[in-house]
């Protein structure tokens, strides 16, 4: 069966303090691995596509890697502005998009 | 660009009324997906429309259903609702493998 697992389900940090978020994976045939940062009462925001193990993508602070069976997205120096849930989602070959259930993410001033 | 809107933004139904949703993507963009998002499951898939046609399909019961519109305008409609069919409706429109969320669509059943 197809399925996401997002650890850990919430990361407090003091700002300036880089951490890693861990989104596992077992999909049958990996199309392409999502990365998206949801603020409270809004829809998910895009950040990254990763399609094979070895890609690593960045934006800002944030920089997305990919293995055969995980994706860490890496947070440098981190500012308040970056707390938000952030979510992990996978499409396998029958197409069908399946989201971890995200990790909370708070940056203390 | 206009991002993709969803309307309404907050809906209050009674336990055996029925309700649409509805989701007007990006323009351009003949993908458009449905989700169900709550605390407890996250986000989960409910189905995909591409240029009017059902392409795929998640685990949801017969009471969920949709269609799309030539104009890649899409619905969703939910029958004989129940307590636990509260929850953040989101639609996304996808272009070149990469989906893009409106701001949800929230649903609370009394």
């Known amino acids: 069966e197809d399925q996401v697992t997002q650890s850990p389900e919430a990361l407090r940090l003091q700002e300036g303090e880089s951490s890693s978020l861990n989104c596992s994976y077992t999909?049958?045939?990996?199309?392409?691995l999502f990365w998206y940062r949801q603020d409270p009462g809004k829809g998910p925001e895009f950040l990254f596509t990763?399609?094979?193990a070895g890609e690593e993508k960045e934006k800002e602070r944030l920089k997305a890697t990919l293995t055969k069976k995980e994706s860490f997205l890496h947070i440098t120096a981190p500012k308040p502005e970056d707390s938000a849930t952030y979510l992990c989602?996978?499409?396998?070959?029958?197409?069908?998009?399946?989201f971890g259930k995200g990790t909370r993410l708070h940056i203390l001033p | 660009k206009a991002g993709v809107t969803q309307t309404p933004r907050y809906l209050i139904k009674t336990r055996g009324q029925q309700v649409t949703l509805s989701c007007s993507p990006i323009?351009?963009?003949?993908?458009v997906s449905w989700y169900q998002q709550t605390p407890g499951q996250g986000l989960q898939f409910l189905f995909e429309?591409?240029?009017?046609?059902?392409?795929n399909k998640g685990n949801f019961p017969g009471r969920f259903s949709g269609r799309q519109f030539s104009n890649s305008r899409s619905e969703m409609n939910v029958s004989t609702l129940e307590l636990g069919d509260s929850a953040l409706y989101l639609c996304?429109?996808?272009?070149?493998?990469?989906?893009?969320f409106g701001p949800g669509t929230r649903l609370t059943v009394l």
């Open positions: 989602a996978v499409q396998p070959r029958d197409d069908k998009i399946i």
């Open positions: 999909v049958s045939g990996l199309r392409g």
């Open positions: 990763l399609y094979s």
């Open positions: 323009s351009g963009h003949r993908s």
């Open positions: 429309y591409f240029s009017e046609t059902q392409r």
């Open positions: 996304a429109s996808m272009s070149v493998g990469t989906q893009y």
